[in-house]
């Protein structure tokens, strides 16, 4: 039995009470957050880097080499040129090495990518060394370069040799 009667108001019948209202805004966030559940994630942007299949590398230089211009002039246009020998496991194999990221420390090395993918001949296992050059545009800041491949470096040139004086 009651000893005591709360006044309500024909409002406050209609109102929902505290465990109601949380159990009404849970049931509400759920609704929302469903169609979510079941969405596709982006997939993740491809490596740049990927396995080295190049099984060894040597003779790894780097010059300055001026050139003409197209009316035989020598202006003041050079290249650096990177060059190195590499073996790889049989001789369909492409290779590119291509220009990468400048080091902004002290000394600025250039990262050259070597990318060796196999052809469609690659199958006879025979192991091949194979001659790689690139030219890229003179920079007088980098002072040496780092030859990468797959997640890893496989040499360094510490030093570019001079132009030849002609």
């Known amino acids: 039995m009651r000893l005591w009667r709360v006044a309500r108001s024909p409002a406050s019948d209609c109102a929902m009470s505290s465990p109601m209202l949380r159990a009404t805004r849970l049931l509400i966030l759920a609704g ?7 969405c ?3 997939p993740v942007a491809k490596s740049l880097y990927s396995p080295c299949r190049v099984i060894s590398s040597a003779n790894w230089t780097a010059r300055v080499e001026g050139y003409l211009t197209r009316h ?5 246009r050079r290249n ?8 790889v496991p049989s ?11 400048t080091q902004r420390i002290e000394p600025h090395f250039r990262q050259m990518h070597l990318n060796a993918q196999p052809g469609p001949d690659s199958a006879a296992q025979m192991v091949s060394t194979r001659h ?3 030219r890229i545009p ?6 040496g370069f780092a030859i990468r491949c797959g997640d890893g470096i496989i040499a360094e040139i510490p030093e570019i040799a001079p132009e030849p004086s002609a």
């Open 32 to 38: 929302l957050l469903t169609p979510l559940i079941g």
């Open 80 to 87: 650096l040129v990177v060059e190195g020998d590499v073996t």
């Open 132 to 134: 790689v050059v690139a």
């Open 91 to 101: 001789q369909g194999y492409s290779l590119t090495l291509e220009p990468g990221a």
């Open 72 to 76: 035989g002039h020598p202006e003041h």
């Open 138 to 143: 003179y920079d007088k800041k980098i002072q």
């Open 40 to 42: 596709d994630v982006p």
